[in-house]
Antibody
Framework: QVQLQESGPGLVKPSGTLSVTCDVS?????????WSWIRQPPGKGLEWIGE???????HYNPSLKSRVTMSVDTSRSQFSLNLNSVTDADTAVYYC???????????WGQGILVTVSS | QSALTQPPSASGSPGQSVTISCTGT?????????VSWYQQHPGKAPKLMIY???KRPSGVPDRFSGSKSGNTASLTVSGLQTEDEADYFC??????????FGTGTKVSVL
């Protein structure tokens, strides 16, 4: 059973860059699955941000594509999310997840709340 | 790409059934058999309940079932139990290596 754990600053200033990392354990990050970032503003629904493969290939949500960068470090079994030019609207719980068969999230991390505020 | 449309709430008594709809377009729900459903309890991460429209991951009770007709997918919870009270989200592959989630439905067990 794979375990995922998000980490990163809980507070980011407006116009700054949000950076979150996901540690993968219990399975190899090279297991043939895609790895997603998904967010949820407080009291609202889920939004798929994008996904990355262990090779570094990425797919991003078109609505966020201009501000998102994802990367993977297979030696550390980690993948990361950078979101730049953040505003209040980017305040959310950020989840990392291992994709299932055509499902953006079979196993999920516990999530990390990132607040954008000055 | 717009969020898939779900009713804000649904409810049922213990032992009854409740069905939640998820409406999209021919570009997502209607175009692919790649709809999934997630259960989320307050303060917890979502849990995958259904994938590829009808398939259940190991450990998910067979009280949960999925279906699809045209641009609308549905999740049915039969034999409602108190622990089924939660938020439920649908998701669909949207083409062009993209996924879209639904607006969410709060299920109450009366």
């Amino acid at each position: 059973q794979v375990q995922l754990q998000e980490s990163g600053p809980g507070l980011v200033k407006p116009s700054g860059t949000l950076s979150v990392t996901c540690d993968v354990s219990g399975d190899s990050i090279r297991n043939g699955r895609w790895w997603s970032w998904i967010r949820q503003p407080p009291g609202k629904g889920l939004e798929w941000i994008g996904e990355i493969y262990h090779s570094g290939t990425t797919h991003y949500n078109p609505s966020l594509k201009s501000r998102v960068t994802m990367s993977v470090d297979t030696s550390r079994s980690q993948f990361s999310l950078n979101l730049n030019s953040v505003t209040d609207a980017d305040t959310a719980v950020y989840y990392c997840a291992m994709n299932g068969p055509w499902a953006a999230g079979e196993d999920w991390g516990q999530g990390i709340l990132v607040t954008v505020s000055s | 790409q717009s969020a898939l449309t779900q009713p804000p709430s649904a409810s049922g008594s213990p032992g009854q059934s409740v069905t939640i709809s998820c409406t999209g377009t021919s570009g997502d729900v209607g175009g692919y058999d790649r709809v999934s459903w997630y259960q989320q309890h307050p303060g917890k991460a979502p849990k995958l309940m259904i994938y590829e429209v009808t398939k259940r991951p190991s450990g998910v009770p067979d009280r949960f079932s999925g279906s699809k007709s045209g641009n609308t997918a549905s999740l049915t919870v039969s034999g409602l139990q108190t622990e089924d009270e939660a938020d439920y989200f649908c998701s669909s592959y949207g083409g062009s290596n993209n996924y879209v989630f639904g607006t969410g439905t709060k299920v109450s067990v009366l």
